[in-house]
């Protein structure tokens, strides 16, 4: 790459803002997505608060930051099946649903790192 190259810098800056026109897309159009990032803003301070160290923080915060990553997503999944089109078809439906199963999967994923940390602090 030759000194002065502005090329990754474009590539970095379209990306970043693709991603960020992503995350209003995802807050506009997603209900569950908003009321998730307003339980992250409670989850992020209660985490940093109760976990004892630096590793059982990450955990706390990173376990429910997963649960954002996969409903953004499960939301591009719905996006692109809607897409394809609005009338019912078995895999349509399938693809739907396997995509609000990892959200749950997240979701109880980040319970089970809640409660265990927690518990081990009583």
Do not use: C
């Not at 990032?37 to 209660?46: D, E, H, N, S, T």
């Not at 895999?91 to 959200?103: E, F, I, M, N, P």
Request: no cysteine; net charge neutral.
């Amino acid at each position: 790459m030759p000194i002065g190259d502005i090329e990754p810098i474009r590539r970095l800056t379209n990306a970043t803002r693709n991603s960020l026109r992503g995350f209003g897309a995802g807050w506009r159009e997603q209900a569950a997505l908003r009321y998730e990032f307003y339980v992250l803003a409670v989850v992020v301070p209660l985490g940093w608060y109760l976990g004892g160290n630096a590793v059982e923080r990450a955990l706390l915060i990173g376990s429910y930051l997963l649960v954002i990553v996969i409903e953004l997503v499960n939301s591009a999944i719905e996006t692109v099946v809607d897409r394809i089109g609005r009338e019912h078809h078995e895999l349509s439906g399938r693809a739907k649903d396997l995509a609000s199963a990892a959200v749950l999967s997240a979701i109880v994923n980040a319970a089970v790192v809640w409660i265990l940390i927690v518990l081990a602090q009583l």
